[in-house]
């Protein structure tokens, strides 16, 4: 089991924005050491830059280049996969990911 930190859109800006919901992630724990307050946390996070929270996920407008990320993962021998997609609209993510991702994914290694 293997959990998949991934962000997908048709638009690369908006792939890349919506890692910054979980810009925390980012963070270094030197960084993160000593901070309790979940107030201090989100400023801490806000101002990561997209391009620094985005290094922690699969980033991309192309199906082919997630299959190619994801089939890493296969050839380890992982079969079950939970996918974690940063952005707020999880609808959009879902509907988009399982119509242009994972019938490339299944063909792929059927």
Known sequence: MIEMKVSFDT???????????????ALSPEEKTGV????????LADAV???RAAKRWIVSTD?????ERLSEMIDLG????FFHAPGPDQIRFLDLYS??????LRDGFR
């Open 11 to 25: 638009d690369r800006v908006r792939a890349m924005e919506d890692t910054r919901h979980w810009a925390a992630l």
């Open 36 to 43: 309790e307050d979940p107030a201090e946390m989100e400023k």
């Open 49 to 51: 830059p997209a391009e």
């Open 63 to 67: 199906p082919d280049e997630h299959v």
């Open 78 to 81: 992982f079969t079950t996969w």
């Open 99 to 104: 119509s242009e991702v994972l019938p490339r």
